[in-house]
């Protein structure tokens, strides 16, 4: 039952009439040699900590270790009911904000797939879970699915920010994120994988470039347009509308890509906004 590619993956799921989820947890039963009750409790315990650091972030004043960030996620927060993004996507975007607070303040958080790009997944289940009331049970399959394209990213490419930019962490969380939200809204494998590909295409270029070295800004704004970057791709994909590049190879130009990207942007702190004059000013560090 494993898996190497994303082709290899849809022919499993179409040989056996299965979900990525499913074709995913039998993949983990088999590598990780662990039985189905032990998988699930391992993603339940990640999921409480996504769900804790949400509610930390609302509830808690939260100040990065920078100085940078802290009290972002609330002020969206309180702007729901007005929010000119609406009720999902504006939750998912405070929720995942928030979640950069709590991993900037050394709080405890889930590396999904990076400490960077931790409040996307977070940010996504959590406000699409509350809005179209998922059980736990959907929710940790749609963890299993985000697993499966995460994989899929990392035995292909990378999701360093310090090998391939910016793109390589939140537009993987952001794929990850669309594909899960895609079968979760009764989507096919073909178009999880489609929504995937969106969701990468669209940020493929983001450069890694650190306000003083910090994974604080514009790390945080950058969750919340990963957050909404997955639910727009989920959207495309289960309209119907394919994309035109197969995941692989949208993978494949991701990580090409990422090696082109000059190493001053490339989490180094030495280009892009962190070279700023406003910034220097802010972080202290630069000369």
């Known amino acids: 039952m494993n898996f190497q590619t994303a082709e ?27 039985s ?33 960030i802290g009290g972002e996620g609330k002020k969206l927060y309180m702007r729901k009911e007005q929010s000119a993004c609406g009720s999902l996507v504006s939750r998912a975007i405070s929720y995942a904000m928030g979640v950069l607070e709590v991993n900037t303040s050394m709080g405890l958080i889930v590396a999904a797939p990076t400490a960077g790009s931790s ?8 406000a699409i ?55 979760l809204l009764g989507g096919t ?34 969750n919340g347009m990963g957050a909404s970057n997955a639910l727009i791709s989920a959207e495309i994909a289960l309209a119907g509308i394919k994309h035109l590049v197969p995941f692989d190879e949208t993978v494949e130009a991701m990580y090409k890509v990422g090696h082109s990207i000059p190493f001053e942007l490339r989490e180094t702190a030495l280009g892009g906004l962190a070279v ?7 972080c202290g560090k630069c000369d």
């Open 8 to 34: 290899e993956l849809l022919s499993l799921c179409k040989t056996h009439e299965l979900p990525i989820s499913k074709i995913m947890l039998e993949r983990e039963k088999i590598i990780g040699n662990m």
């Open 36 to 68: 189905e009750e032990e998988i699930l409790k391992a993603l339940t315990h990640a999921y409480e900590i996504m769900k804790n650091a949400i509610k930390r972030s609302l509830t808690e004043d939260l100040v990065s270790m920078g100085g940078l």
């Open 119 to 126: 409040g996307v997944i977070p940010g996504v289940f959590v």
């Open 129 to 183: 879970q509350e809005e179209h009331h998922f059980s736990e049970e959907q929710m940790l399959e749609a963890l299993l699915n985000a697993g499966a394209v995460g994989y899929l990213i990392t035995r292909n490419a990378t999701v360093s920010g310090a090998e391939g930019g910016c793109q390589a962490e939140i537009g993987s969380a952001s794929a990850m994120a669309a594909s899960a939200v895609t079968e």
């Open 189 to 222: 494998p073909e178009q999880c994988l489609d929504a995937a590909s969106t969701a990468l295409a669209n940020i493929l270029g983001l450069v890694c470039d650190p306000v003083g070295g910090l994974v604080e800004a514009p790390c945080q704004n950058r």
């Open 276 to 282: 700023t004059k406003s910034a220097c000013a802010r």
